[in-house]
């Protein structure tokens, strides 16, 4: 409670040692909705934001990920297999976690 009360938390930890299990009882006593977020090797740092998708007529749309989903509402992001990624992807989360704003590939921009 204490380094959230800080600022961001980074749990890490060996496959099964209950990292899932602290962040639901976390999540449960501060009443926080969780958006989960399975990350694969190949993602890059523009599908880490946004996909593109679409819709019955052929046009194309911008699907915000989970992780955009978090940051607009304000819900606990698990990035699920985080050291999967790439340098390369990692660093596109820089911006969000210190200036709390992000570019999107759309051309929308979220603000603190």
């Avoid at 962040?23 to 958006?35: G, T, V």
């Avoid at 911008?62 to 992780?67: A, E, V």
């Avoid at 210190?98 to 570019?103: A, T």
Wanted: proline share 4%; with cysteine.
């Amino acid at each position: 409670m204490l380094s959230h009360a800080i600022g961001d938390i980074c749990l890490v930890g060996p496959k099964g040692c209950g990292k899932s299990l602290i962040i639901d009882q976390f999540a449960s006593l501060l009443n926080y909705p969780i958006e989960y977020f399975v990350l694969y090797k190949d993602l890059s740092a523009r599908e880490l934001l946004q996909q593109r998708i679409t819709n019955e007529n052929g046009d194309t749309l911008w699907q915000n990920t989970p992780l955009v989903q978090a940051a607009i509402h304000g819900r606990l992001l698990v990035l699920d297999g985080i050291h999967r990624l790439n340098n390369d992807t990692l660093v596109s989360l820089q911006r969000l976690i210190q200036d709390r704003e992000l570019f999107l590939p759309d051309g929308t921009r979220l603000l603190r």
